[in-house]
């Protein structure tokens, strides 16, 4: 019930508002905000979903980041999100960014079920967003939710998703397949999603990278 409370007292412009929750008759319900739009995950990779631009794109990381940084700053005691991925970004009317689920991450131990408490753990580790330094402390770790917003800048840059397994070995990996290109232009240009190719200037496209690369560095 304390981390219910300290929940429902988020209020950020980029987070989604738990409103209300029940413990009634054996079920454990919460209630948040209506977010009538998409995650960002359908915005980015469902081909039904007009391509966002690059000022759009833009938008939604520094909502992402505000959001972060809210948690990690203004909350006492810090809150990590501890799993931070593109669909758990829903996208208002707007195409504003509001983050679900913020600190609730701390209850997921309590959960009855093991098994389902490993397969989630699995789940979350091998989603591509987890430095392979913070598989074992996936929650709890302000670090970690750094290193997933990075692989989310990734995404958003490059279109692609943060793990694919129907790619040949050496580009399964989003992080491991552009660690490399990040500090060569050219190579750096050739990453950029197909639908926005030529509306980013290097000199933006080389601060972008820079701030994927200080995200993403491996901290022991």
């Known amino acids: 019930m304390e981390v219910i409370r300290i929940a429902s007292r988020l209020r950020h412009p980029n987070i989604v508002a738990l409103i209300g929750y029940s ?49 990690h700053t203004s909350c006492v005691p810090p809150i990590t999100h501890s799993n931070l991925k593109a669909a758990n970004i829903l996208l208002d009317e707007d195409l504003n960014p509001r983050i679900c ?34 598989v074992k402390r996936v929650s709890g770790n302000p670090k970690a939710d750094i290193y997933s ?15 694919d397994s129907s790619k040949p070995k050496g580009e399964q990996s989003l992080v491991e397949w552009a660690s490399s290109k990040l500090h060569d232009s050219e190579s750096l240009l050739e990453m950029v999603d197909p639908t926005m190719k030529r509306t980013i200037s290097i000199r933006a496209l080389s601060s972008y990278a820079d701030i994927i690369s200080q995200c993403i560095q491996v901290v022991q």
Do not use: Q
Not at 29 to 48: C, F, S
Not at 149 to 163: A, D, H, N, Q, S
């Open 23 to 71: 413990v009634g008759h054996g079920n454990h319900l919460l209630v948040y905000e209506y977010i009538r739009k998409v995650t960002l995950d359908d915005a980015l990779h469902n081909v039904l979903c007009m391509p966002l631009t690059w000022s759009l794109r833009l938008r939604i990381a520094i909502g992402v980041a505000r959001a972060l940084n809210y948690l």
């Open 101 to 134: 689920d913020c600190g609730l991450a701390v209850l997921r131990p309590l959960a009855s079920n093991s098994v389902k408490i490993k397969a989630s753990d699995m789940a979350i580790a091998d989603s591509g967003y987890v430095a392979p330094e913070h």
């Open 149 to 163: 917003f990075g692989v989310l800048l990734l995404e958003i840059l490059t279109g692609k998703r943060p793990f």
